[in-house]
């Protein structure tokens, strides 16, 4: 079975400064990994993915997040926090087992960037 | 990025009620899921959502209680029947596209009384 884990229920960043959200995977083979941000009242919007390649992926809104085959980590990071980033994160894994397409989504993250 | 659409957007229901979801995807999308959220925490997948044939339901997910119906590629539905107020969550659609992503709908807000 596969599993992902977000340790920390919130976290508190001064604008400006860099914002790291931690996640943590298990799963059988080779995983596909991905962070979705939801706003208040909306529904998740996709940030970026690792499947294969750098260990170090870009995506949207300047995040970006290090695959860390080792350590089973696939934490956000973004080098300025800017107030709009406060909002939910989640951490999802998918494995490609004969099952397809199916995610598994961590507890989540709720990010607060303060002025 | 894939667009998708659901609606209603949000529902008061009587318990005892059932209440039906659409979602709508762009051609982009191959697969379709139904997902349940709580507010403010983690999403369950409830079940894929395969064009002509039964869907797929996740453990302790039943097709009496979740009918769901994908008639072509583009277009699903999801029932919640006999509703209770533990029914009252919200409901996302997401696709998936051919590389790996999936893509959300805005969610039905529903609430049983």
């Known amino acids: 079975a596969q599993s992902v884990a977000q340790p920390e229920d919130q976290v508190n960043v001064a604008e400006g400064n860099p914002l790291t959200v931690k996640c943590t995977y298990s799963?059988?083979?080779?995983?596909?990994l991905f962070w979705y941000v939801q706003y208040p009242n909306r529904g998740l919007q996709f940030l970026l993915k690792?499947?294969?390649?750098?260990?170090l992926v870009k995506g949207s809104y300047g995040f970006e997040a290090e695959f860390n085959k080792s350590q089973t980590s696939f934490h956000l990071k973004k080098p300025s926090a800017l107030v709009s980033d406060s909002a939910l994160y989640f951490c999802a894994v998918r494995a490609f087992t004969g099952g397809g397409n199916k995610l598994t989504f961590g507890t989540g993250t709720q990010l607060k960037v303060e002025l | 990025s894939a667009v998708i659409s659901q609606k209603p957007s949000r529902d008061i229901c009587q318990r005892g009620t059932s209440l039906t979801i659409q979602c709508q995807v762009d051609?982009?999308?191959?697969?379709m899921f139904w997902y349940r959220q709580q507010p403010g925490q983690s999403l369950t997948l409830i079940a894929t959502a395969n064009q002509g044939s039964e869907a797929t339901y996740e453990s302790g997910f039943v097709i009496d209680k979740f009918p769901i119906s994908r008639p072509n590629l583009t277009f699903s539905t999801l029932t919640v029947s006999n509703m209770s107020p533990e029914d009252s969550s919200i409901y996302l659609c997401?696709?998936?596209?051919?590389?790996?992503?999936?893509?959300f709908g805005p969610g039905t807000r529903l609430t049983v009384t």
């Open positions: 997401s696709g998936g596209t051919g590389n790996y992503e999936q893509y």
């Open positions: 051609s982009q999308v191959t697969m």
């Open positions: 690792y499947i294969t390649g750098d260990n």
């Open positions: 799963v059988s083979g080779n995983p596909y």
